[in-house]
């Protein structure tokens, strides 16, 4: 089965840049959007971005836009998250997800395959 094995967490300064990978492993050739979400404590978890096959359609929730930029390569079958300008608000567990079709979209219930998780912490 498909397998998304995430990497890059750290923990980083309010004002500085992070990326975050995501490996993905064990598919056909079929095209398909990716996204990245996170969860912080004691919430639920969010749509952070999203990307479509060719990567000409992206989606970003608007607590990011403008900061973060999803790409991917689909030579090395990644994902990638670059995180600029961190606040602290960004602390939380980022996950990538796999859609179920090559439609970009910010609805969990759409994405089929999850990693595991990378913590992402912001000070101050």
């Known amino acids: 089965q498909v397998q998304l094995v995430e990497s890059g967490g750290g923990i980083v300064q309010a004002g500085d840049s992070l990326t975050v990978s995501c490996a993905a492993s064990?598919?056909?050739?079929?095209?398909?959007?990716m996204g990245w979400f996170r969860q912080a404590p004691g919430k639920e978890r969010e749509f952070v971005a999203a990307?479509?096959?060719?990567?000409?359609?992206?989606d970003y929730a608007d607590s990011v836009k403008g900061r973060f930029t999803i790409t991917r390569d689909n030579a090395k079958n990644t994902v990638y998250l670059q995180m600029n300008s961190l606040k602290s608000e960004d602390t939380a567990i980022y996950y990538c997800?796999?859609?179920?079709?090559?439609?970009?979209?910010?609805?969990?219930?759409?994405?089929?395959?999850w990693g595991q998780g990378t913590q992402v912490t912001v000070s101050s």
């Open positions: 064990g598919h056909t050739f079929s095209p398909y959007a």
């Open positions: 990307i479509s096959w060719s990567g000409s359609n992206t």
């Open positions: 997800a796999e859609a179920a079709t090559n439609r970009i979209t910010s609805r969990r219930d759409e994405y089929k395959y």
